[in-house]
């Protein structure tokens, strides 16, 4: 399972859009990347999944360049309540291996 | 179906005490997964299973921790003989094959 990269920690400021960028250098070809959501005392929580260029939800923005060796995590108009961890995460769509592999993931802190 | 639900959500145990925990699964998904989450670190993988068959366990999962999931509905994570560094939170989640995971809210374990 490849591994990933990206920061500890990131501030920001209520209505700010918000990039947080995931490094996984040896994402296997089959990989699809994925960010999961967490507050504290409650388990993560799922906010996107993409393979290659641009996802979009109703949470956030998901863009893969062409080489697939990154990927940014977007949210628009952070507010207060965006306030946790983000872990970026590669492995088979849906996770059909199996097991999840997180990282130290990075703590968003949106002030007011 | 209000989602993966764990049980106690907190426990208080001492040291060489035996403790279980209790999982639900969302009805339908048929994987089901234990992690474990320390402060400031990710979740940790520990185990999983398909229906009531345990397909993987990692080697953090010691002959002190053991699992169940009798009849493919819920799951048992009993850990005896309690040390201190077993504190933490112990997450959950289930999933179908072909979907993503969602999470449980945790038991928080706090061996004294």
């Known amino acids: 399972l490849a591994k990933t990269t990206q920061p500890i920690s990131m501030d920001s400021y209520e209505g700010q859009e918000v990039n947080i960028t995931c490094s996984h250098n040896n994402i296997a070809t089959n990989d699809y990347i994925t960010w999961y959501q967490q507050f504290p005392s409650q388990g993560p929580r799922f906010i996107i999944q993409?393979?290659?260029t641009k996802v979009t939800n109703e949470v956030a923005s998901l863009f893969i360049p062409a080489d697939r060796k990154s990927s940014t995590l977007s949210l628009p108009r952070v507010s207060l309540s965006d306030t946790a961890v983000y872990y970026c995460l590669v492995g088979e769509i849906y996770n059909q291996g199996g097991k999840l592999i997180f990282g130290q993931g990075t703590e968003l802190s949106v002030k007011p | 179906d209000t989602g993966v639900s764990q049980d106690p959500r907190h426990k208080i145990t001492k040291r060489g005490q035996n403790v279980t925990f209790r999982c639900d699964p969302i009805s339908e998904h048929n994987r089901l997964y234990w992690y474990r989450q320390t402060l400031g670190q990710g979740p940790e993988f520990l185990t999983y299973?398909?229906?009531?068959?345990?397909?993987?366990k990692s080697r953090l999962l010691s002959d002190r921790f053991s699992a169940e999931r009798p009849k493919g509905s819920f799951s048992t994570l009993e850990i005896q003989r309690t040390e201190q560094g077993d504190s933490a939170m112990y997450l959950c989640?289930?999933?179908?094959?072909?979907?993503?995971?969602?999470f449980g809210s945790g038991t928080r374990l706090t061996v004294v």
């Open positions: 989640a289930s999933s179908l094959v072909l979907s993503g995971y969602t």
């Open positions: 299973f398909q229906n009531e068959a345990q397909l993987e």
């Open positions: 993409g393979y290659k």
